[in-house]
């Protein structure tokens, strides 16, 4: 359809300037006769009245009735006819003048016509060969910033290949920042399950050189090197190497769990039901969930009931995400007191969840929601997901997370959903 276009705007411009060759042509043609016209009547008139006197009021009056459209009462009986003139009798002497005009005129149409036609050929082979260059400096990876060059048929196509490229770079970009972090995540995956598999690997080692002769839980009196690899001589049985082997698969259990929510998050492919819910409602049902927690840490969680604030969001993700933050809090304040607290306004709702500890070190709080970052004052069992996997659940539902130190001391977690 575009080249149809360019066709008929080619076209157009061509027969106009046609049009106006012929245009100006005529006019100098008629020009030409009306001076030839007035040249011959003003012989003949002059030498009718120079030999008849009495006939100038007749011709004049002849004269003014025909300049002013009033012939209908002169005579009409063709007299230069019957002298035997006829209308190239008039035209002989000048028909060289007349073909000279013709072919100004036509020389003229012409030429517009091929000034024209490789005018714009010239300027659409320009406008091609520059974008041809820019893809061709695309291609090697020299592309500098392609600037409008005017608003013509090829405006579009620029403005269409600026946009692919820039989406193009801006896909690499993305790639290369998945494939570095791809990496980084794998390497720190190895990470995580080396340390709970060579625990694993001296517990079964240990079980083995020094099996229990009677139950499962008697001891066997030696000296060795314990799970961890320091030398002891402590006695040790089955029962300890075994609760090891426990703790060890249950830290990759939770490893295994939380890395493939992770990835159903990456791949988009992990579905959060929105729903109207209460905020003290969540926040009852996480502390529910770390009673055990709790009772062997020695801390308390307060909730006040401060009334209904509903926000919209997927009920059991996010009570996960906060079982997350209660959990780190614990971490951080043995035998105190988890708080929480919660506001709305028009514009968003907020969460609080603060301990009484000693806080967040300064240079860990911009890494704190990273994956598997791990601060200075982390607890022994953490595998360094827990914050990442909030972080991820609430941005999801329209809301943001951030870390910070309370004035009074202890660490805070400040959640807002969003209304809009």
Same mark, same amino acid.
């Given at each position: ?5 360019? @066709? ?6 061509? +027969? ?27 012989? =003949? ?8 006197? #009495? ?6 009056? *002849? ?19 019957? $002298? ?28 517009? !016509? ?8 010239? +300027?659409?082979?320009?406008? @091609? ?24 048929? !090829? ?28 990496? &980084? ?7 995580? =399950? ?20 009677? +139950? ?19 006695? !040790? ?18 490893? #295994?769990?939380?890395?493939? *929510? ?13 729903? /109207?819910?209460?905020? !003290? ?21 307060? =909730? ?45 709702? &907020? ?11 300064? #240079?860990?709080?911009?890494?704190? $929601? #990273?994956?598997?970052? /791990? ?7 953490? =595998? ?21 130190? /309370? ?8 959640? /807002?959903?969003?209304?809009?």
């Amino acid at each position: 359809m575009n080249g149809r276009k360019n @066709i008929l705007v080619t076209l157009g411009l061509v +027969l106009s300037a046609s049009l106006i060759a012929s245009a100006i042509s005529v006019l100098l043609v008629s020009c030409y006769y009306s001076r030839s016209q007035f040249d011959l009547l003003n012989v =003949i008139c002059s030498e009718i009245a120079g030999q008849k006197p #009495e006939t100038t009021e007749i011709i004049s009056a *002849v004269l003014k009735d025909y300049t002013t459209g009033n012939t209908e009462h002169l005579m009409d009986d063709a007299i230069l006819s019957r $002298f035997g003139y006829r209308t190239d009798d008039f035209s002989g002497s000048d028909a060289f003048l007349n073909i000279l005009f013709i072919t100004i005129g036509t020389l003229t149409g012409i030429s517009l !016509f091929v000034f024209t036609f490789l005018y714009r050929n010239k +300027l659409e082979s320009g406008r @091609i060969q520059a974008l041809a260059e820019y893809l061709e400096q695309i291609n090697t990876g020299k592309a500098v910033v392609l600037t409008p060059s005017g608003e013509d048929d !090829f405006a579009k196509l620029e403005d269409e290949i600026y946009k692919t490229v820039t989406f193009l770079y801006h896909t690499k970009d993305t790639a290369v920042q998945a494939k570095n972090a791809f990496a &980084e995540n794998l390497s720190n995956i190895a990470h995580q =399950i080396k340390t709970p598999i060579t625990a694993l690997s001296l517990s079964v080692q240990m079980m083995k050189q020094h099996p229990a002769d009677d +139950l499962p839980c008697a001891k066997a009196s030696y000296t060795t090197a314990d799970p961890v690899g320091n030398t002891t001589g402590k006695l !040790f049985s089955q029962a300890v190497y075994l609760e090891q082997v426990e703790k060890q698969l249950l830290r990759l259990k939770h490893l #295994e769990e939380a890395l493939l *929510v992770l990835s159903r998050i990456d791949a988009g492919t992990l579905l959060l039901e929105e729903a /109207r819910i209460d905020v !003290f409602t969540l926040l009852v049902l996480a502390s529910d969930n770390l009673q055990e927690l709790s009772a062997v840490s020695g801390t308390s969680i307060e =909730i006040p009931e401060l009334g209904e604030m509903m926000i919209v969001a997927d009920l059991d993700w996010t009570m996960e995400a906060v079982i997350n933050l209660m959990k780190n809090c614990m971490e951080h304040s043995k035998n105190g007191v988890i708080h929480c607290s919660y506001s709305q306004n028009p514009l968003y709702t &907020e969460i609080q969840i603060w301990d009484e500890g000693d806080g967040f070190a300064k #240079e860990d709080i911009p890494y704190l $929601f #990273e994956r598997f970052y /791990r601060g200075q004052n982390a607890g022994g069992g953490g =595998i360094g997901l827990g914050l990442a996997l909030s972080k991820e659940i609430i941005e999801r539902q329209n809301g943001t997370i951030r870390a910070m130190n /309370r004035r009074d001391g202890g660490g805070l977690f400040e959640i /807002r959903f969003y209304r809009h």
